[in-house]
């Protein structure tokens, strides 16, 4: 447990086999997507630890073991966490790889402030405005993604669609948005009973789903404005774009359509992975 910007969050961390005590090496951290959790991330930890770095996976606000405040969770707060989490930890700067909506969270918070973050990968994660852009104008886009964001707007009831029969909802999630091998994998099925449980624990299930109405929401709202304005510019930091070559629900292609805000732009796609590569 870590107290960072005013509330306590849960980490794991992993560090590599040979560091010197005292000496910190580089920080990455991870960021999980909606009804995630840490150990959604483990395996990336894992490999960055072996790679050298302090390797930190984190349970935003509101999810798993962290803190669970009934406000907090437009861009601008969760992105502080993450910032305040890193100086928190001992560093000055870090790595941050964001998964979905962490991904957005990656990108708010290379923009809110800079010099805490060193580098970003996002995966399945554009940045907000190519992502606004895609929604407005690619059909593709927009089918996949809009209908499941508006229909989260109503209240309670996406809360109740999310909680039935032991939150099966996440499981049909994580089923839907995979490529075709990962569902008869055992470790899916881990996977997929683990992050239901995760759902269950009181506030989840409506604290998960506030962001994701704030993104909408603000939309219409002077925030939602000055957000936009915020995230326009072009970012110094080296940045990763990481899509599932099936993703069909963030498309490949909007992902790659994040260049033009950043000065280093790479992307990748692993082949046969759907959202969670």
């Known amino acids: 447990d870590v107290s960072a910007n005013g509330i306590r969050l849960h980490v794991a961390e992993a560090f ?56 907090g969770y437009d861009a601008w707060t969760l992105a502080s966490d ?21 991904g957005f969270v990656a990108w708010t918070a290379a923009y809110r402030r800079p010099r805490a973050v060193r580098g970003l990968v996002v995966v399945g994660s554009p940045h907000p405005l190519a992502m606004r852009t895609a929604a407005l104008r690619d ?32 499981e049909e999630m994580l089923r839907s948005r ?12 881990e996977s997929a009973d683990l992050l239901r449980r995760a759902m269950l624990i009181p506030k989840v299930a409506h604290l998960s789903l506030e962001s994701r109405r704030w ?14 304005h915020t995230v326009a510019g072009v970012l110094d930091q080296p940045v ?13 292609e909007t992902v790659r359509a994040s260049a033009p805000w950043a000065r280093d732009f790479r992307s990748a796609e692993v082949p046969g992975a759907g959202h969670y590569p």
Do not use: Y
Request: glycine letters at 10%; a positive charge; hydrophobic letters at 40%.
């Open 16 to 71: 590599p086999a040979n560091t010197t005590p005292g000496v910190l090496p580089p920080l990455a951290l991870l960021i999980h997507g909606l009804s995630g959790i840490w150990w959604t991330m483990r395996s990336p930890m894992l490999a960055l630890a072996e790679a050298g770095f302090h390797a930190v996976a984190v349970d935003l606000r509101g999810h798993g073991d962290s803190d669970k405040p009934p406000r």
């Open 82 to 102: 993450i910032t305040n989490l890193v100086r928190a930890l001992g560093h000055s700067s870090a790595v941050i790889v964001g998964q979905g909506e962490g």
């Open 139 to 170: 059909h593709g886009q927009r089918r996949a993604l809009v209908p499941r964001l508006l229909s989260d707007q109503a209240p309670r009831l996406p809360e109740r669609r999310l909680l039935r029969d032991g939150a099966a909802a996440v």
């Open 178 to 189: 995979s490529g075709p091998d990962w569902p008869e994998t055992e470790d899916f099925r």
């Open 215 to 228: 993104m909408v929401r603000s939309q219409f709202r002077p925030d939602g404005r000055d957000f936009r």
């Open 240 to 252: 990763l774009g990481i899509s599932g070559a099936e993703d069909r629900f963030v498309l490949p």
